[in-house]
């Protein structure tokens, strides 16, 4: 008579599976924390602190996961039934299982959508490990109601039933991506986490209300751009604490008189003020030392984010086109052309001109009724931009096409009476004495943009050459304005600090037409 086989319980299967349970979660967290820890350092302090926590962390969690796996090992199945049972009681929970699985689906859908692009060296990999841990914890759900899913499945085995089933469970998802998508649209968490996160050191003036970094980065990364006709954008109206940006996609700058000679300062965010608060912008110092000099000057900031040389003309073109002519335009300049170029392939174009040209596309192809899953991926090589006046890039190209846009800037300032001043901004690489968060600066664009920094003396050396050649009175070279300096200037590769715009005003305070 043969013995009765007793099937084996949920509770049973779970114990015996354990031990495979925890190995397939030290396996990613183990990938996570190397990962962390190959992550290249920075002399930043501020980040350096941020950088071991999260390794430490990642450090502290891989070693527990480690010991669960060593116990549940070493440890008996009759011995891990306990505790699979009171796992086994959860997950069998219909409420349970349904709202886990809500919040798993919830917490990836808010990584790829609220994370993106994130300080992507540190959350990229505790996204993959979220969706590891995901994918097991769904493993352990299966587990232990296999037999409820496998009876389920037997009741509808039916082709509609099963269709149908297929059709609820996209509507599922699409309903927690549309969802998810919403509230970070909505609440914009997605760039107060990248401005929180963003590690970047700041110095501030000390004028009593002094804020920190992270407050500071934080508010302006909820600012936005908004399209504007000919030079593509300017930044949207924002009201905040350290930012103000007005109807007219002027930055707020403090004046002094209400009637007087006015000068308009153009270029990009170096002018607009990334990284200084609106009283200490460049035209912000600028009005203030005009002021204290006794002299009664308005200065408007028409600084864009990101604006190459080109788009400084057009918007200079637009305003004397409109009769919205100031006595003095000062144009400060360099740095974006040069990356512009670097980035594109082409000198003469913008910043993600690549990006503007895809967008166009995508709009041309939903309008001829073609659907568009996603952004087209063509490259500026594949169009002529001969009548755009590009050029491959080298520092030639990129130096003659800055020199053309000056020649242009001067011939309308003189039609309409304008005196113009160019500044040829500085340069970290000219600064002798860097303190060690500007030497990780330099060392990290070395190593992630190779090339760049030699393009970058080229240019600026056929610059100096070419304002020597011509004993130019109009063109300022700031390039090597902080080459003795051994303060904290430089907060990434362009961007200075508030104190360092100060210096840059009183350069151009000093060589200022009359």
């Not at 992507?120 to 994918?135: E, G, K, N, T």
């Not at 980035?343 to 709009?363: C, H």
Request: aromatic share 12%.
């Amino acid at each position: 008579m043969q013995e009765k086989i007793t099937a084996e319980s949920p509770a049973q299967t779970l114990a015996r599976s354990l031990f495979g349970f925890a190995l397939l979660a030290f396996i990613p967290t183990l990938i996570t924390w190397l990962a962390l820890l190959l992550t290249p350092g920075a002399a930043d302090t501020s980040f350096a602190g941020v950088r071991t926590a999260i390794i430490v962390l990642f450090g502290l969690l891989t070693l527990a996961v480690f010991g669960l796996c060593v116990w549940s090992f070493r440890t008996p199945p009759e011995k891990l039934l306990a505790l699979s049972e009171k796992i086994t009681a959860i997950l069998t929970n219909k409420i349970i299982a349904f709202g886990l699985l809500f919040i798993l689906i919830e917490l990836n859908f808010f990584a790829g959508l609220a994370l993106i692009n994130v300080a992507p060296l540190y959350i990229d990999p505790a996204r993959f490990l979220l969706a590891c841990w995901s994918l097991l914890i769904l493993g352990m759900m299966l587990t232990v109601n296999f037999q409820a899913v496998k009876n389920w499945l037997n009741t509808t085995r039916g082709v509609w039933m099963g269709l149908g089933l297929t059709i609820v469970a996209l509507l599922f998802l699409g309903f927690f991506y549309f969802f998810t998508a919403q509230i970070v649209r909505l609440t914009g968490i997605d760039e107060r986490l990248r401005g929180g996160l963003d590690y970047r050191e700041l110095v501030f003036i000390d004028d009593g209300a002094i804020p920190t970094s992270q407050a500071f980065w934080s508010e302006q990364s909820r600012t936005r751009i908004r399209w504007l006709p000919y030079s593509y954008w300017t930044v949207a109206p924002f009201d905040g604490e350290y930012i103000n940006v007005g109807e007219n996609g002027l930055r707020d700058t403090p004046q002094y008189v209400e009637n007087a000679n006015r000068i308009y300062m153009f270029g990009g965010s170096t002018v607009w003020g990334e990284g200084a608060r609106d009283t200490y912008t460049i035209p912000s110092h600028l009005a203030r030392l005009l002021h204290e000099s006794g002299n009664a000057y308005i200065v408007m900031n028409y600084g864009q984010t990101g604006y190459v040389s080109t788009q400084d003309l057009i918007l200079f073109q637009m305003q004397l086109a409109q009769n919205n002519v100031p006595d003095t335009a000062i144009f400060y300049q360099g740095f974006n052309d040069i990356l512009a170029a670097y980035y594109q392939g082409y000198a003469g174009v913008t910043l993600q001109e690549d990006m503007r040209f895809n967008d166009s596309e995508a709009g041309r192809l939903l309008r001829t009724g073609q659907p568009v899953l996603r952004l087209p991926n063509f490259a500026l090589s594949e169009i002529s931009l001969e009548l755009a006046a590009a050029q491959p890039t080298s520092a030639q190209t990129i130096v003659d096409r800055w020199l053309a846009n000056v020649r242009l800037i001067s011939t309308l300032a003189e039609d309409y009476g304008v005196k113009v001043l160019f500044v040829w901004q500085p340069s970290i690489l000219y600064k002798d004495t860097l303190t060690p968060v500007e030497q990780g600066i330099v060392e990290r664009m070395e190593r992630d943009q190779p090339g760049l920094t030699a393009l970058y003396r080229d240019v600026d050396a056929l610059v100096r050459q070419y304002s020597t050649d011509k004993q130019l009175e109009n063109i300022l070279l700031l390039s090597d304005l902080f080459q003795s300096e051994t303060r904290y200037i430089f907060h990434d590769l362009v961007h200075i600090t508030e104190e360092g715009n100060q210096s840059v005003a009183q350069a151009i305070l000093e060589i200022l037409p009359k």
